[in-house]
């Protein structure tokens, strides 16, 4: 899958990333962190950095007319962290039902290279089930086949 | 070997995309991802995992 990305760092952890947002509002920094839940369990967390202040936010809604490549940044980071954690699942949940709704769509857009690596469960009314497109989900679980 | 040890085995033959520099920071301890995964654990024991992956892990 070769979407048009960010260029994009990790440490030799290959738990956090870090890459530069750029568009009409200028550049932005945004990062990832994978934190360990559970015993294979990760949690994908992501926000913007303010570099003056230390905080990372995810509810402010950067106007940078670049989602798509964010998304596709993030998937990238998804890609290589399974690629370092091959028996981790990744849980991930957007900051707001739209975000979560952008994640679904960008796993839609994308499902045939998604599905040839990647096992996605889709959260509806408390139960996982395998995703399905044009289902809306609360959450999503992924997990390298 | 750590949990985490544990995850890496067996990942030789393929790549990542990532440039790995060591100025990247550890936020580990950055009170936006612990709240971000105390939510997602709070979810998990709320709604479990998948019975398919639950029985692998």
Do not use: C
């Amino acid at each position: 899958m070769q979407l048009p990305r960010y260029p994009y760092k990790t440490n030799a952890a290959f738990l956090d990333y870090e890459f530069i947002s750029e568009g009409p509002k200028g550049s932005i920094k945004k990062v990832i962190r994978f934190t360990q839940i559970d015993n294979a369990v990760f949690n994908l967390g992501f926000g913007d950095l303010d570099e003056e202040t230390g905080e990372i936010s995810d509810a402010i809604v950067t106007n940078n007319n670049d989602s798509r490549i964010v998304l596709a940044t993030v998937a990238a980071a998804v890609h290589d962290f399974t690629v370092n954690y091959p028996n981790a699942v990744v849980i991930a949940k957007g900051s707001t039902h739209s975000r979560t709704r952008l994640y679904r769509m960008g796993i839609t857009n994308h499902w045939k290279e998604i599905s040839a690596d990647f096992e996605v469960y889709g959260l509806k009314d408390a139960d996982w089930e395998l995703f399905a497109e044009r289902r809306d989900y609360e959450a999503f679980l992924i997990h390298r086949k | 070997m750590s949990t985490t040890a544990k995850h890496k085995a067996g990942t030789k033959n393929k790549k990542a995309f990532a440039v790995i520099d060591n100025n990247v920071g550890n936020y580990e301890k950055h009170p936006f991802f612990i709240k971000k995964a105390n939510a997602a654990k709070a979810l998990l024991k709320a709604v479990g995992l998948p019975k398919q992956l639950a029985k692998a892990k």
